[in-house]
């Protein structure tokens, strides 16, 4: 089974900026689509942004614009970019593996105003 290791998240300001980083074990991680979703208190999980195995990018419609997903095959890592973050995005957050319907430990991101 892969194991998802997030790293990246902490306190920022609003406005500024996070890069949320999630290596895999898996050499295989190039064949998978790679996900992160996001948690708030008391809040369902929601789907933030996606990538294919070709590179294919999706984006919930609250982060299109501010947020860039990405991938480095030869480093078994997909990224989340995060900028102009808002109060609302302060959530854990967590890297989604589809080939594997594996998931990572979480991170926790929290955007003070």
């Known amino acids: 089974q892969v194991q998802l290791v997030e790293s990246g998240g902490g306190l920022v300001q609003a406005g500024g900026s996070l890069r949320l980083s999630c290596a895999a074990s898996?050499?295989?991680?190039?064949?998978?689509?790679m996900g992160w979703h996001r948690q708030a208190p008391g809040k369902q999980r929601e789907l933030v942004a996606t990538?294919?195995?070709?590179?294919?990018?999706n984006y919930a419609d609250s982060v299109k614009g501010r947020f860039t997903i990405s991938r480095d095959n030869a480093k078994n890592t997909v990224y989340l970019q995060m900028n102009s973050l808002k109060p609302e995005d302060t959530a854990v957050y967590y890297c989604y593996a589809v080939f594997w319907n594996a998931w990572g430990q979480g991170t926790q991101v929290t955007v003070s105003s």
């Open positions: 990538i294919g195995s070709g590179g294919t990018t």
């Open positions: 898996e050499k295989y991680f190039r064949y998978s689509a």
